[in-house]
């Protein structure tokens, strides 16, 4: 048998790469994006939540873009991009309709880098993201079907609905309480994992967060008495 008859006639593509996963603190970093249009505005509405130092690259900005921009959440270089405008830069999104430039600042990057829509140039990717308050839950599918990366994270937004925003504020809550009262490290360490079981969650699908804090606070006045 011929080497190109064995499998399917898509088995000599190459095999897509494997990605390192992280949530990345970027809050007081410098962060880079090139372009102003509706693809740069989606990017930068999401790192507005997370970042206070955004430098965006573009003789142009979406009307949004303008907005943020007078309001100081972010900085204009109002010219195209060229060589140095990374400098400094934590991480940086390439997201201008010319794919020349796009592919130079793939080049010129010695930071993070991604290059939105082209995986080959990235050296990381932004994966599909739930959130619900604290809770964010990202997946990918290592830029082989951002369609199916989607669907995933609408099933998940119906599996953990709102009230697991107000569960973690709760719970961020009683955490701080517990290692400052709870004494004792075993009590405290089952009072925690106590608060954080499948019971618990159950419970809070079932009755809602009122009566999982009624719940908690019966496990924290058992831990903590005598």
């Given at each position: 048998m011929k080497p190109e008859e064995s499998g399917t006639k898509f088995s000599n593509f190459a095999a897509p790469k494997?990605?390192?996963?992280?949530?990345?603190?970027?809050?007081?970093k410098k962060?880079?994006?090139?372009?102003?249009?509706k693809v740069a505005e989606r990017k930068i509405l999401s790192l507005i939540?997370?970042?206070?130092?955004?430098?965006?690259?573009?003789?142009?900005?979406t009307?949004?873009?303008e907005k943020e921009k007078q309001e100081g959440r972010i900085k204009h270089v109002p010219r195209r991009y060229k060589k140095g405008d990374?400098?400094?830069?934590?991480?940086?999104?390439?997201a201008s309709d010319c794919p020349s430039i796009n592919e130079q600042v793939s080049k010129d990057g010695r930071c993070l880098v991604n290059v939105v829509d082209t995986p080959g140039l990235c050296n990381f990717i932004v994966p599909s993201v739930m959130?619900?308050?604290?809770?964010t839950i990202a997946i990918s599918t290592s830029g082989v079907s951002p369609a199916l990366a989607g669907l995933i994270r609408n099933e998940l937004k119906k599996l953990y609905g709102p009230e697991f925003k107000d569960y973690l504020n709760f719970l961020r809550k009683i955490r701080r309480k517990a290692l400052a009262v709870i004494q004792d490290r075993k009590k405290r360490g089952e009072f925690l994992k106590a608060v954080s079981?499948?019971?618990?969650v159950r419970l809070l699908r079932k009755k809602g967060i009122i009566e999982v804090e009624r719940a908690v606070v019966r496990l924290f006045k058992r831990a903590t008495s005598k």
């Open positions: 494997v990605y390192y996963p992280a949530f990345l603190n970027i809050e007081e962060v880079v994006v090139v372009g102003g249009g939540k997370v970042c206070s130092d955004i430098e965006v690259i573009s003789p142009d900005l009307k949004r873009l990374l400098k400094n830069a934590f991480l940086v999104i390439a959130n619900r308050g604290l809770l079981s499948e019971k618990m």
